[in-house]
């Protein structure tokens, strides 16, 4: 069974910056679609940005000039630089492994939260 676990998250300040890491087990990232996605108080999930087995990347317009996705094979881990962090950006952000666009397997999720 696929195994998805997220660190990098916490308390952060508007305009300040935080690194989220997605360490992979029982899946390569290397031949897989991965995308991080996050989820708000109240609020829908939503996919924030995704890279292909590839290495192409798409992002949410939220996300687009401010976050980036990357990914190391060599150590299965995939992450989400996120920078010039708003309040809005505050959910539970979850890595998920992906297939035709859509996720198949979900992390626990880590927490990020942006203060004003």
């Known amino acids: 069974q696929v195994q998805l676990v997220e660190s990098g998250g916490g308390l952060v300040q508007a305009g300040g910056s935080l690194k989220l890491s997605c360490a992979a087990s029982k899946i390569r990232i290397g031949g897989s679609d991965m995308g991080w996605y996050r989820q708000a108080p109240g609020k829908q999930r939503e996919l924030v940005a995704r890279i292909t087995s590839g290495g192409i990347t798409n992002y949410a317009d939220s996300a687009k000039g401010r976050f980036t996705i990357s990914k190391d094979n060599a150590k299965n881990t995939v992450y989400l630089q996120m920078n010039s962090l708003k309040p809005e950006d505050t959910a539970v952000y979850y890595c998920?492994?992906?297939?035709?666009?859509?996720?198949?397997?979900w992390g626990q999720g880590t927490q990020v939260t942006v203060s004003s």
């Open positions: 998920a492994a992906q297939r035709w666009g859509l996720p198949t397997s």
